[in-house]
């Protein structure tokens, strides 16, 4: 018996979730590690099978590319990403990724032509979880992925993003090559979970963004002194914890004051050397701020600043601040949406409008061509976690309104 759409779908996030380096504990998918292999090798295959030219761009995305009748006519592009957290879940990307995969198989099983190419990706260090930044391969695309990045961010054991793609047979001296021109590129629509309970709470199928909330992302070291807990007078220590806390609560304060969905995250802190009886010499931690409007972002790094100074003068500690990535507010194409809208009205979905706190790819292709993003509902609005879960139906739905819209784009006249 022929598989039916929906156990495909199942069966692609199923194998991509088995490539995990925490089996039993989430979804741990970091870039350019086995996990990383042995779900490029699966995604490959299944690009192969529906009849695509498949290559590795020179960042290290995966592209299979389907020709159109067209002559010389721009790409339209579908797809998301396959990296994870750690101890995520097994659709944020990865449902993205399938639902690519389904419309390839689609239109390749019925035989349709399209006037326009079109090319499904799967982008790699998304979250930026081994690197970062984040948003790499869709940036890689755009052009905004500097030398210094490639030579020096590095993951928590040291290594270089300039090694790991080494040790990944990728050449470092060429990540510009991912670069596209954006008169090659028509739309680029990306299909995500949602990741919050909206969608859930309201009993609707989709979501169409309208906004992409912007997202700077800072890495903080505090350098303070290293000395023993018992024996150094409160008065006299140099306390980099403390220092890092002071920090944090300024973040969090700042944030919640502003309110119009505007957040404030420290998602990693580190004390070194560590120890019960070691008063922390140093911390490393991250501070991820994310609005829709931009200028909220720059007051909550403004006041952060504020407090690296006042610390630092007190209690003599040195700061070193790397501002990691920046990406503004993205207003996402209006046509699309009204693609989208016509597509689910056509099929008897139901639907809202919402803005996106998450950051995706589509945010950065925003600035290369116009971009449709869409959501389906995130069980108990979890993600990010193990718990992560959207029902196969809902993906269904949502592959099939990407499909009509792709159909729709990849006209001549549109
Ligand atoms: C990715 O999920 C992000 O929003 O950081
Ligand atoms: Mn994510
Ligand atoms: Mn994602």
């Known amino acids: 018996m022929l598989e039916s759409k929906i156990s495909r779908i199942q069966r692609d ?26 779900t490029r090798a699966y995604i490959c295959s299944e690009m192969e099978k529906a009849g695509l030219h498949v290559y590795t761009d020179a960042a290290g995305s995966i592209c299979g590319r389907r020709d159109g009748v067209g002559e010389g006519v721009p790409i339209v592009m579908i797809g998301s990403h396959f990296d994870s957290v750690k101890n995520g879940g097994n659709f944020d990307g990865p449902a993205g990724v399938a639902a690519a995969l389904e419309v390839a198989r689609i239109l390749h ?4 032509s399209t006037e326009n190419p079109i090319e499904f990706v799967a982008m790699i260090e998304e979250e930026g979880t081994r690197f970062g930044a984040g948003l ?16 020096t961010f590095r993951d928590a054991n040291g290594i270089s993003l300039e090694k790991a793609l080494q040790d990944f047979g990728l050449d470092p001296l060429k990540v510009k090559d991912a670069v596209r021109n954006p008169e090659d590129l028509k739309a680029f629509i990306e299909l995500h979970i949602e990741q919050g309970p909206v969608l859930e709470s309201e009993t609707l199928d989709a979501g169409f963004v309208s906004t992409i909330v912007g997202i700077t992302r800072f890495d903080i070291e505090i350098e303070g002194r290293a000395d023993h807990a018992g024996t150094t007078p409160m008065h006299m220590r140099k306390d980099a914890l403390l220092a890092s806390l002071e920090v944090a609560k300024t973040v969090h304060d700042v944030a919640y004051a502003k309110g119009e969905g505007t ?3 420290v998602g990693i802190m580190q004390i070194y050397p560590g120890g019960a009886n070691i008063v922390p010499g140093k911390a490393f931690f991250t501070v991820d701020i994310r609005s829709v409007e931009q200028s909220n972002i720059e007051d909550i790094v403004k006041e952060m600043k504020k407090t690296l100074e006042l610390v630092s003068a007190r209690m003599g500690v040195s700061v070193h601040m790397e501002r990691k990535i920046s990406v503004p507010p993205i207003h996402l194409d209006k046509k699309i949406r009204g693609i989208f809208e016509q597509e689910a009205n056509h099929r008897g979905i139901s639907y809202r409008t919402m803005v996106s706190g998450a950051g995706h790819d589509a945010m950065i292709m925003a600035s290369l061509t116009r971009v449709g993003l869409l959501f389906v509902p995130s069980k108990g609005g ?19 309104i990407a499909l009509g819209t792709i159909l729709k784009l990849a006209e001549a006249n549109i």
């Open 382 to 400: 979890r993600s990010h976690c193990p718990e992560e879960w959207t029902d196969y139906e809902q993906l269904k739905k949502g592959v099939d």
């Open 109 to 112: 099983e019925n035989n349709i």
């Open 13 to 38: 996030i199923e194998t991509m979730a088995q490539y995990t380096a925490t089996p039993g504990n989430g979804m741990t998918r970091l870039s350019f590690t086995e996990e990383d292999r042995k």
């Open 263 to 265: 957040v404030g995250t």
């Open 136 to 151: 790499y391969g869709s940036r890689a695309m755009a052009g905004q992925v500097s030398n210094n990045e490639i030579k």
